[in-house]
């Protein structure tokens, strides 16, 4: 009967114990410098001729607006890990590329690449995808007015002077109602 019990119990303590154990257990993963097929740049409308290079670098590649002296475009260069200091200096190397961030949320560098190196970028180990890195602007023309700002500052005599304010917009129209 002691023998039954102890094996009862053992069998309990395992089941309740062995998830705990694996836990703790190394695990490894095996990484490859050959693009995975189900990332996320497969189905992308970034590029929709899947030729690795982003359309709007291939639209923008002679354009003024982003290219320097230098005809170095500003790009995002994709991989399908995150890139490190390996991925900048083999870049600087390869092609030229002027490292500016490192965007390890998204797997990604930002800098700037020579026109005439992007075959070259996009053949690299690792790289998925080179895409523009646009210009950001900011735009105050009429959201002053639209959202009434322009009413607290005559009313208050504050106008924000030596403040930065930031509006998002969802899109959602809060005036228009469904009947």
Not at 37 to 43: A, K, R, T, Y
Not at 84 to 99: A, C, K, S, T
């Amino acid at each position: 009967m002691n023998t039954l019990r102890n094996a009862i119990t053992f069998f309990c303590l395992t089941i309740f114990l062995l998830p705990t154990l694996m836990m703790g257990a190394p695990v490894s993963a095996e990484t490859s410098n050959e693009p995975s097929e189900d990332g996320w740049w497969v189905e992308t409308t970034v590029d929709r001729n899947q030729n690795k290079i982003g359309d709007m670098v291939e639209l923008h590649k002679d354009n003024p607006i982003f290219l320097d002296e230098f005809e170095t475009l500003p790009l995002i260069i994709d991989f399908d890990h995150t890139p490190g200091q390996e991925e900048i200096d083999l870049l600087v190397r390869e092609v030229n590329y002027q490292h500016q961030w490192t965007l390890k949320h998204i797997d990604a560098l930002a800098g700037r690449v020579p026109v005439g190196s992007i075959l070259n970028t996009i053949s690299l180990p690792g790289v998925v995808m080179v895409e523009l890195d646009s210009i950001l602007t900011i735009n105050n023309a009429d959201a002053a007015v639209l959202h009434g700002v322009d009413q607290v500052w005559q009313n208050t005599g504050y106008d924000g002077a030596g403040s930065t304010v930031a509006i998002i917009d969802t899109g959602i129209d809060g005036a228009t109602r469904k009947p």
